[in-house]
């Protein structure tokens, strides 16, 4: 059976030592009129002060909200880049137009918050899977080789959407594939294994799924 081909980000699967995933998340800042979006199971990590310092953004795009290149060409060895904090799963905010509480699986592009009298604050809320330990579904974008499996080879996500609907994200999802040609030692993510799902276990062809997690070097935690 061939492999289905849509992207959908990085979707959370068991913790290292095949623990259950208990779904825990924590909340972190995101800053009103992002110049790009954070879409569901996309990688975040916080800017840098080159943007706005401390405020989540989407790892995924060419271009990340601080000016930093993200996507591809994410590189833990880039000046300046701050690591990943984990994946993002969803947003509370206060609607400007509307002026009520909002809960969002993405924010676009753009996105102005009213104040929440509340906290007095005219930021949005982000919720990422930050444990470390998580491991992640994503569907890679071309053949996986034994070889590629446990090394030290590290891969990116490919480019994702910059804040309108378009072929990158669907419904506020991501539709970003691991990007196998980004292949190095200082990328975000290291296979782990493959997924063994059924409907996606070619991995001598483009889009098997695969199981993945933030490498150590990387990754906020370390």
Known sequence: ????????????????????????????????????????NDPVSPQHTAGDDGYLQDIT????DDGITGGTGWANTTSNIQKIIGVFNGAFFINSSTKKPTFANHVLAGTDFARDYNTGSTDGIGFVNDNPMQEYTVKADAAVTQAMLLSVTTFNSTAGATGTAGTDQQDGQSLVKLNIASSG??????????????????NTAANSNVIVQMFPASCVSN
């Open 1 to 40: 059976m061939a492999n289905q081909t849509q992207g959908f980000g990085f979707r959370q699967a068991p913790t290292m030592g095949s623990t259950p995933a208990t779904g825990g998340q924590a909340e972190y800042k995101i800053k009103p009129g992002l110049a790009v979006g954070i879409f569901q």
């Open 61 to 64: 795009a060419a271009t990340m």
């Open 185 to 202: 030692t200082a990328g975000a993510f290291r296979i782990v294994r493959t997924a063994n799902d059924p409907a996606n276990n070619d």
